[in-house]
């Protein structure tokens, strides 16, 4: 049974930061690129960051130089550490794990940023 478990959200004043983990279980997890999406209510799923199997990062243009995406192969872990937080990143965030064959997603973590 494939498990994707976030943990890390909460609430944050605007230039605050958070760092978001994902565990996962039931997978071989150095396979999989792992990714971190966000929906906010009213708005479509979008990607924030990912990271493929080698390491390779991408980022949406409106998170890059404040977010990193980071993973520990050791421990079926990725992070997703986020600074100078905006009101505009208030979402639900998800955690994503694919390759070609599959895609599994975590329940979601709320990120709340508001002063």
């Known amino acids: 049974q494939v498990q994707l478990v976030e943990s890390g959200g909460g609430l944050v004043q605007p230039g605050g930061s958070l760092r978001l983990s994902c565990a996962a279980s039931?997978?071989?997890?150095?396979?999989?690129?792992m990714g971190w999406y966000r929906q906010a209510p009213g708005n479509q799923r979008d990607l924030v960051a990912r990271?493929?199997?080698?390491?390779?990062?991408f980022y949406a243009d409106s998170v890059k130089g404040r977010f990193t995406i980071s993973r520990d192969d050791a421990k079926n872990t990725v992070h997703l550490q986020m600074n100078s937080l905006k009101p505009e990143d208030t979402a639900v965030y998800y955690c994503s794990a694919n390759n070609i064959l599959r895609n599994y997603w975590g329940q979601g973590t709320q990120v709340t940023v508001s002063s």
């Open positions: 039931g997978i071989s997890f150095s396979m999989y690129a």
């Open positions: 990271i493929g199997s080698g390491g390779s990062t």
